[in-house]
């Protein structure tokens, strides 16, 4: 048996919410480990680095999920009973459900309502002053996220209803007010989509029967029992929320084209092989998920090194992407290193690793993977915009990040149709 190295201290709570994405790398560094013994939250926890680390941390023999999320994160962020924090054979029931949302007649469905929802903005913009992407990419997200999902969304509460799903997101690493905030937020929300439920099981609403609204509302659990309202509303919640959260992605992504130049002739030219790269590259490179816990079902060994039951494990996600053991110069934006990418599911996991269906590995990343391409498509072939003077750096601290200034643009125009 080996001793995990361990951080001094009572409480590392506070580290983790002063250095954000950097906790895990720093505490790396400093142990020269990648494993590390700490203290989150009044408890022991382990964290753990690298592609081996990845692949145990998704080994379902060895960890489970419920009970992973505090408090704050369940009323803020993911809402209480959903998916996150189920096991075993109810988590892959539940897991179907989502997937089974993801056909490629719905995948190709929600592009081509997003790239209309995108192209409505165009009038408008080219009148405006300036236009803050982050807000509007936000709110395009959820006017498609709606129409993809079958509910209904009327046009005076469109922002309403977009800054919630934006405030669940924004809660993640905040305490305080911005927790409050999220905590709102989620309330608002559920108590919208519960309504909207009872709706759809009374046939007083009826969304088409391949829509998120109509399979969650009519879903049956592994013991073939109706999930309860606020269960459904949880989990139409965990497909809206999140295409609200590829936002981000896309701000993340007209940042990228604005510092590498060079890149946008390239996206121009509309060579699907570079889009994928590109993305790929955005969310691998840019800071999202910052970490991801798991809790120990026994004590075991691995790599000599004790774990034992009941103990919080954190995999170091957004390090894992930067480790220069797995990627060459991890620290430069390069969308070509995705050219000869063998595709480790333990080795780039923005949206978590392992496998989509036995895992809890983001049911959405065909989505967000879809959506993003499609976004930048727009932002790069049917527009053009000024970027004026502003702060467009983001924090390493703040969980989610997001440049200062939510990416401000200006004299938008619509681009020549190429003949
Ligand atoms: C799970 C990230 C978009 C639905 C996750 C996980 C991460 C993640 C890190 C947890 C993986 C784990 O626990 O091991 C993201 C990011 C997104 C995104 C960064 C884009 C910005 C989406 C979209 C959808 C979605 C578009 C649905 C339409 C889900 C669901 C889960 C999940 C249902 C729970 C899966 C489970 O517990 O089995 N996502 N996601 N996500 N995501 Fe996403």
């Not at 919410?17 to 022991?44: A, C, F, M, V, W």
């Not at 993003?372 to 000024?386: K, R």
Request: charged share 30%.
């Amino acid at each position: 048996t080996k001793q995990i190295p361990k951080e001094k201290g009572l409480d590392q709570s506070l580290t983790l919410l002063n250095e954000g994405y950097r906790y895990i790398p720093n505490r790396r560094r400093n142990q020269q480990s990648d494993i590390i013994q700490t203290r989150l939250l009044g408890k022991k926890a382990i964290l753990i680095s690298g592609e081996e680390a990845a692949r145990l941390f998704y080994d379902e023999n060895y960890f489970k999920r419920e009970g992973v999320a505090p408090r704050r994160i369940r009323k803020s962020l993911f809402g209480e009973h959903g998916v996150q924090g189920l096991d075993d054979e109810e988590h892959k029931h539940r897991k179907l459900m989502f997937l089974s949302l993801m056909t490629p007649e719905r995948l190709e469905e929600i592009k081509k309502i997003t790239m209309q929802q995108w192209k409505k903005k165009i009038d408008e913009w080219k009148e405006r002053d300036r236009v803050v992407l982050f807000y509007e990419a936000e709110e395009v997200m959820c006017r498609a996220a709606c129409e993809w999902a079958g509910i209904d969304l009327s046009e005076e509460e469109v922002g309403q209803r977009a800054r919630e799903f934006g405030q669940m997101i924004d809660a993640f690493g905040g305490v305080g007010e911005r927790n409050r905030r999220g905590k709102r937020a989620r309330d608002s929300s559920e108590k919208w989509i519960q309504k909207i439920v009872k709706q759809i099981r009374a046939n007083k609403q009826k969304p088409a029967e391949n829509t998120a609204a109509y399979i969650i509302s009519f879903h049956r659990d592994h013991k073939g029992k109706r999930l309860d309202t606020h269960t459904a509303a949880v989990e139409i919640i965990n497909v809206l929320r999140p295409i609200v959260a590829i936002g981000r992605y896309v701000v993340f992504g007209a940042l990228a084209v604005h510092d590498h130049p060079e890149t946008l002739p390239k996206l121009r030219a509309g060579d699907d092989t570079y889009t994928t790269m590109f993305v790929q590259e955005i969310r691998r490179y840019y800071p999202f998920t910052p970490l991801l816990g798991a809790i120990a079902r026994k004590d075991f060994h691995w790599k000599g090194y004790p774990f034992t039951k009941d103990t919080l494990v954190m995999l170091d996600v957004h390090g894992i992407n930067h480790r220069a053991d797995l990627w060459e110069d991890p620290d430069v934006f390069m969308p070509e290193r995705f050219k000869e990418w063998e595709g480790s599911p333990f080795a780039f996991v923005p949206q978590g690793g392992g496998d989509h269906y036995m895992g809890h590995r983001c049911a959405g990343e065909w989505i967000t993977v879809m959506l993003m391409q499609t976004s930048l498509e727009f932002l790069t072939n049917h527009i053009t915009y000024d970027v004026p003077e502003q702060d467009l750096s983001y924090s390493m601290v703040r969980m989610p990040t997001i440049p200062k200034s939510r990416f401000v643009i200006r004299d938008v125009e619509e681009r020549e149709k190429l003949a």
